[in-house]
């Protein structure tokens, strides 16, 4: 695993306090999409367990699978009794159990592409729906986006993870559901926005900036100059643009 991709553990209650949850809107466009009861669910990369809350909220049998123990522990702080987890990557997850969806969200791009689609089929029951939501929470003052950019400048010129398979902003279908696209081991692969604007207070809005991979990688120092000077650029609240992508397809039957 990457550096990155195992930053977050350091900050594990931050995490849990400053990240905001998953609307029920996901859990209802799955369930749609799905068209049969979801009846057991594997979640990749389940952090402190926001999106387990939202699927065993819902009745279902949920797995949570997650690599970091700090991130685990403070998962099973907030999830029901009923919820198994697993401390493992995605890659070192064992293939003896097919679930009806597995699911990731804010996660999967932190796995690595060789082989993923396979072992994600490998986890599916035949007809079984893989599900993918997630997205970047971004200023909706365009004047304060700026004023933040000229803040984190000296120390980061981007907080966004690109795109994995380098798919322009511009294009209808994102990753992942391009990558779905071009599996035989998936078919209807279907893409929708769910839109998210809310008003938050600035040390809000720097504290969830505190769970950010690329803020996590500086050095303590930089990090926080870094929050410092974005806090001085804010407004005591601040517009939030914060849509959920998700990427949803159904494994072929062998
Ligand atoms: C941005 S957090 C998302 C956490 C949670 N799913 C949520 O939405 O709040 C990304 C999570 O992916 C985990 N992760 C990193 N690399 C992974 C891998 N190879 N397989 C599974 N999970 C991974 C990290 O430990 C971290 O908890």
Redesign the pocket.
């Known amino acids: ?2 550096v990155r ?2 930053s ?2 350091a900050v594990a209650e931050a ?1 849990e306090r400053f ?1 905001p ?2 609307p029920e809107e996901i859990f209802d466009l799955v369930a749609a999409y799905a068209g049969r009861p979801i009846r057991t669910a594997l ?9 387990t809350r939202l699927f065993s909220g819902r009745g279902v049998e949920v797995t949570a ?4 123990e700090a ?1 685990l522990a403070e998962l099973r702080k907030h999830v029901p009794a009923g919820v198994r987890t697993l401390r ?4 070192d997850l064992p293939l003896t159990e097919r679930y009806g969806l597995v699911y ?4 999967l791009h ?3 592409p060789e082989g993923r689609w396979t072992r994600m089929a490998a986890l599916l029951e035949p007809g079984g729906v893989v599900a993918s939501f ?1 997205g970047p929470i971004r200023l909706a003052d365009p004047a304060v986006e700026r004023a933040v950019q000229a803040a984190r400048a000296p120390y980061l010129d981007t907080d966004e993870i690109p795109s994995p398979d380098g798919t322009p902003p511009e294009q209808e279908m994102q990753w992942p559901g391009t990558e779905l696209e071009r599996s035989e081991l998936f078919t209807d692969v279907r893409q929708v926005v769910a839109g998210r604007r809310w008003t938050m207070s600035a040390a809000g809005y720097v504290g969830m900036l505190s ?1 950010v ?1 690329a803020y996590l990688e500086l050095a303590p120092a930089d990090r926080e100059q870094v929050y410092t000077q974005i806090l001085r650029a804010l407004p005591a609240t601040v517009e939030i643009f914060a849509d959920i992508t998700a990427h949803l397809a159904r494994r072929t039957r062998p």
């Open positions: 695993m990457s991709a195992l977050f553990g995490y990240r949850g998953y979640e990749i990369g389940a952090g402190t367990g926001k999106a699978t997650e690599p970091d991130m493992a990557t995605f890659e990731a969200a804010a996660a932190w796995t690595r997630g769970t991979s």
